[in-house]
Every structure is written in C-alpha cells, then in structure tokens.
Nanobody, 127 residues
Framework: QLQLVESGGGLVQPGGSLRLSCAASGFTLNYYGIGWFRQAPGKEREGVSFTSVGGGSANYADSVKGRFTISRDNAKNMVYLQMNSLKPEDTGIYYC????????????????????WGQGTQVTVSS
C-alpha cells in the first residue's frame, strides 16, 4: 500500500531549525521526483523544494533558498527537509508528495502535477 508519512514538525523560535522527514512505503522513493510543500492558514499550498530522481538535483522556492536543504536517504527510503534560520512566515503544514512524471522547469513545484501526498506535519515559528 502506497504511503507517505511526514514527521519532525513542531514549535520553534525564529532563527531556529527543524528537520522534517518523509518516509515512503509501497514504492521505491528514489525512482521518483519528490517535493515538499507547505500551506499556511488561509493561503494556497505552495511549493518549497524538489529533489529529482536519484537526488541528482534540487530546487527551491526563492523564499527558502539558502535556508532549506532537501536530501534523500535511499537505504531508508526517506527524504528530508532541513530548515534553518526559520522565520514566522515559514509557519504552516508541510507536506511531501511524489510525482510519477518528469518535471519541467515550469511545473517542478506545481501541486497539480503531484500524484500522491502525505498527511502533513505542522511547523510553527513563533517567539
């Protein structure tokens, strides 16, 4: 059975760090592109980061470049999102998702191209 499970969220002060995990089961995560997304209250879900098949490349939304790092552990069938220098505007529910199709530069972080989603983990950045 296909499953994606996020973990690692929590409450952190501005400037702090968190590492989110995305555990996959029912398929080999390394064979597919994986994205991290977030949704703040009252806002649309937005793309945060993408890792290509095999982890050969990574892409980030401008708002998180230089602060977030996406990575894979193929042996554990997991993807991570290391988040540093967190800001209050990073608050939201974070989701990982898998896409069965290859991305283009235009749709890499487009939610409509992702085929399966986890349930999300809450990240709150507040003092």
């Amino acid at each position: 059975q296909l499953q994606l499970v996020e973990s690692g969220g929590g409450l952190v002060q501005p400037g702090g760090s968190l590492r989110l995990s995305c555990a996959a089961s029912g398929f080999t995560l390394n064979y597919y592109g994986i994205g991290w997304f977030r949704q703040a209250p009252g806002k649309e879900r937005e793309g945060v980061s993408f890792t290509s098949v095999g982890g050969g490349s990574a892409n980030y939304a401008d708002s998180v470049k230089g602060r977030f790092t996406i990575s894979r552990d193929n042996a554990k069938n997991m993807v991570y999102l290391q988040m540093n220098s967190l800001k209050p505007e990073d608050t939201g529910i974070y989701y990982c998702a898998v896409r069965w199709t290859r991305p283009t530069a235009q749709n890499m972080l487009d939610t409509s191209y992702y085929d399966y989603w986890g349930q999300g983990t809450q990240v709150t950045v507040s003092s």
